[in-house]
């Protein structure tokens, strides 16, 4: 088992542009996360997804967009990006979404807006 | 809403004695705390859960205790090995309701 997956691990945009983050789960799991984590503070939900077709937002979903085509993949969309968005995002993914269910995160993507 | 409050400042201990990390939460008292190692340039990684009915959790050298009349959780490290320096973050479970802490910073020095 691979666990959670993402990519690329780094990356460097210019204001205004666009870029999607990868992130595969071969767990069977239903429930997949994006997270933001910033110097200093504890992890933001992004968007999350119950199962393929169905996704919602989180905490801060402002100038994000997301799809679940299957149950696997979970790909994040930045459509102008800016340097509020200069952070380390992390996909995370579940069994149940249970109040005892533990998340599996991937190794992150650095990303730097200029 | 639920906040978590873990010390920002690193904690810095020589091997082989013990760490012990503090986890406070406001408000409501959660029926599941768990810990979170975080090693830098990676992803969170599950520790231990331990129940409101639990008043203790132990797995090998790491001891997990849950006060819900202190809204508190100690995180403790006995016998620590410059192997255990990372990240440790208290989350309150709950799918995509889940609460993280932005995590306490450990040091242990050979």
């Known amino acids: 088992n691979a666990g959670v997956t993402q990519t690329p691990k780094f990356r460097i945009l210019k204001i205004g542009q666009s870029m999607t983050l990868q992130c595969t789960q071969d767990?069977?799991?239903?429930?997949m996360y994006w997270y933001r984590q910033d110097p200093g503070m504890g992890l933001k939900l992004i968007y999350y997804s119950v199962g393929a077709g169905i996704t919602d937002k989180g905490e801060v979903p402002n100038g994000y967009n997301v799809s679940r085509s299957t149950t696997e993949d979970f790909p994040l969309r930045l459509e102008l990006a800016a340097p509020s968005q200069t952070s380390v995002y992390f996909c995370?993914?579940?069994?149940?979404?249970?109040?005892?269910?533990?998340?599996?995160f991937g190794p992150g993507t650095r990303l730097t807006v200029l | 809403s639920q906040k978590i409050e873990q010390n920002s400042e690193a904690l810095n201990i020589q091997e082989g004695k013990t760490a012990t990390l503090t986890c406070n939460y406001t408000n409501y008292s959660p029926a599941y705390l768990q810990w979170y190692r975080q090693d830098p340039g990676r992803g969170p990684v599950f520790l231990l859960l331990i129940r409101e009915n639990e008043k203790e959790k132990r797995k090998e050298r790491l001891k997990v205790t849950f006060d819900t009349t202190l809204k508190q959780s100690l995180f403790h490290i006995t016998a620590s090995q410059p192997a255990d320096s990372a990240t440790y973050l208290c989350?309150?479970?709950?799918?995509?309701?889940?609460?993280f802490g932005a995590g306490t910073r450990l040091f242990v020095k050979a």
């Open positions: 995370a993914s579940s069994y149940s979404g249970g109040r005892a269910d533990t998340q599996y």
């Open positions: 989350a309150l479970p709950g799918g995509f309701k889940t609460i």
């Open positions: 767990m069977n799991h239903n429930y």
